[in-house]
């Protein structure tokens, strides 16, 4: 079991930017797939991105796409974090916004948009766009 702490959400005015991050407590990040989720007051949990354990190949809901950015840092020295860069903000996008991480392989990346994929999730960061 890994702990994932998210931070980097706020308040902003739409069209502007924040990037997330999600630090991952492992010894090494190198094995995990990693997901962020988002959550809006009476809504459901929904996928907003996702990226494999090499980085190689990562997956964005639509309504991200083209705004939204994952990135990972496997370095365990100094950061072990993964980041969801979100620019042109709109009043939609206003949810928590949740990590998420699993042990992954290849095999396994046709599952990687889908909360039940996930072992172990943090405890979210708010973010919060005013229109």
């Known amino acids: 079991q890994v702990q994932l702490v998210e931070s980097g959400g706020g308040l902003v005015q739409a069209g502007g930017s924040l990037r997330l991050s999600c630090a991952v407590t492992?010894?090494?990040?190198?094995?995990?797939?990693i997901g962020w989720f988002r959550q809006a007051p009476g809504k459901e949990r929904e996928f907003v991105a996702a990226?494999?354990?090499?980085?190689?190949?990562?997956?964005?809901?639509d309504s991200g796409k083209g705004r939204f950015t994952i990135s990972r840092d496997n370095a365990k020295d100094t950061k072990n974090t993964v980041y969801l860069q979100m620019n042109r903000l709109k009043s939609e996008d206003t949810a928590a916004y949740y990590c998420?991480?699993?042990?992954?392989?290849?095999?396994?990346?046709?599952?990687?948009?889908?909360?039940?994929?996930?072992?172990?999730w943090g405890q979210g960061t708010q973010v919060t766009v005013s229109s």
């Open positions: 990226i494999t354990r090499s980085g190689s190949y990562s997956s964005y809901a």
């Open positions: 998420a991480a699993r042990i992954s392989a290849p095999s396994l990346d046709a599952h990687l948009n889908y909360d039940y994929y996930y072992n172990d």
């Open positions: 492992a010894f090494t990040l190198d094995y995990y797939a």
